[in-house]
């Protein structure tokens, strides 16, 4: 139980272009799910907290024009990357919630993101 | 802001000895701590987790300890594998909005 999925699984573009990942709770329904991103050899920081249903809340420097967030059942979220730069080239990783007054946090598998 | 973080960032150990993973936690009104095993490439899965009102809490060859009086806590590893190699990270939890705040991460590397 408690399995998250993201897609892509990794998604090379190029300067400029917007990029859509996907997170997915298969086996639950999720009314939070968070979004992270990690650099190499790095721990986690928390970009936003995405509310089913509500707008997205970000985290203090994480630009929300830039990183849209939209949670639009109990079972996905997805994180646009617009007009992406080199800089944003990262790993980011979703999460879960599995149940509404549940802590523990299930995460996906990550997506690699390299822009060119 | 608060954090938490790890006292060592590496661990060698070798195979079928047991490992003992540290984390300090500065928050004091943290009541809720999670250890996740991270592969390269992969996202975090959870390991064990522990709340505040317990100071032990064992799993299947993981145990966690929690020393609320010195905001410490530790991940227990017994008869470590080579499949036990990952950066593993602490994270707590002190309040309603369901965040976790990570630790740096511990690599773990276990030698056959």
């Known amino acids: 139980g408690a399995v998250v999925s993201q897609h892509p699984s990794w998604v090379i573009c190029k300067s400029g272009t917007s990029v859509k990942i996907e997170c997915r709770s298969l086996?639950?329904?999720?009314?939070?799910m968070f979004w992270y991103r990690q650099f190499p050899k790095q721990s986690l920081m928390l970009m936003a907290t995405?509310?089913?249903?509500?707008?997205?809340?970000?985290e203090q420097g994480v630009e929300k024009d830039k990183f849209l967030i939209n949670h639009a059942s109990l079972t996905l979220s997805t994180l646009t990357v617009t007009s992406a730069h080199p800089e944003d080239s990262s790993f980011y990783i979703c999460?879960?919630?599995?149940?509404?007054?549940?802590?523990?946090?299930?995460f996906g598998p990550g997506t690699r993101l390299l822009v060119l | 802001g608060e954090s938490v973080g790890l006292h060592l960032p590496t661990l060698s150990v070798q195979e079928g000895d047991n490992s003992i993973i540290n984390c300090a936690y500065s928050?004091?009104?943290?009541?809720?701590f999670i250890w996740y095993k991270q592969e390269s490439g992969k996202g975090p899965q959870f390991i064990i987790d522990?709340?505040?009102?317990?100071d032990k809490r064992q799993g299947q060859r993981v145990t966690v300890l929690l020393n609320k009086t010195v905001k410490h806590l530790s991940l227990q590893i017994a008869a470590t594998q080579p499949g036990d190699s990952a950066v593993y990270f602490c994270?707590?939890?002190?309040?309603?909005?369901?965040?976790?705040?990570f630790g740096k991460g511990t690599l773990l590397t276990v030698n056959p």
């Open positions: 928050n004091s009104a943290s009541d809720y």
């Open positions: 995405s509310n089913e249903g509500s707008k997205a809340t970000y």
């Open positions: 086996d639950f329904q999720a009314t939070t």
């Open positions: 994270a707590e939890n002190g309040g309603s909005n369901y965040k976790l705040t």
């Open positions: 999460s879960a919630r599995d149940l509404p007054s549940g802590r523990t946090q299930y």
């Open positions: 522990i709340r505040s009102n317990m």
